[in-house]
């Protein structure tokens, strides 16, 4: 018998592509393309096939949260600066958890202890869940809850 391994769509909103070169003491030495290998490697280890876009363009990454309702991927979802404003991604994710699918807000920092307007985000009422502040770590965590959530 063969089983299909969930999922799971790990979206990266603006400036994320950047990874690497911008603001290394707040986000890290390590690109977008690690973060491709690392999440493959995460999500092999938990079952999942994870699988890691970004752009800096807000009706592509809507557009992937529609795709992910109509093929019934769960998202990992870092909507970098859209995160606190952009009501049309968070129409557009509140798709996904209506759905019955996961969606785990992910951040690399922790936005709730820097600038103020970081503090807001538009997301998180829809989210599953939220991690943040952990680095690459939070996309581990996210997976892995994402995995835990689907076993229960
Ligand atoms: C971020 C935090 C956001 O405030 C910021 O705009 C980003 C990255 C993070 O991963 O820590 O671009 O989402």
């Known amino acids: 018998m063969t089983t299909t391994q969930p999922h799971v769509l790990v979206l990266n909103g603006p400036n994320l592509g950047r990874l690497g070169v911008r603001e290394p003491e707040i986000y890290g030495h ?11 490697k995460w999500g092999g280890e938990l079952g999942l096939v994870a699988e890691v876009r970004q752009t800096d363009d807000e009706s592509e990454i809507v557009g992937w949260l529609h795709e992910a309702v109509d093929t019934g991927s769960h998202v990992v ?18 798709q996904v ?4 699918l996961l ?50």
């Open 97 to 100: 958890t209506s759905a019955g």
């Open 103 to 152: 969606l785990v807000e992910v951040h690399l920092s922790n936005p709730a202890s820097r600038e103020t307007f970081r503090h807001l985000s538009v997301v998180a009422g829809i989210a599953t869940g939220t991690i943040a502040g952990f680095g690459f770590d939070s996309y581990r965590l996210a997976l892995s809850a994402v995995a835990t959530r689907l076993q229960t």
């Open 77 to 94: 979802l870092n909507p970098a600066a859209f995160t606190h404003y952009s009501y049309a991604l968070r129409d557009a994710a509140a």
């Open 30 to 40: 390590a690109s977008m393309a690690d973060l491709e290998v690392s999440a493959a």
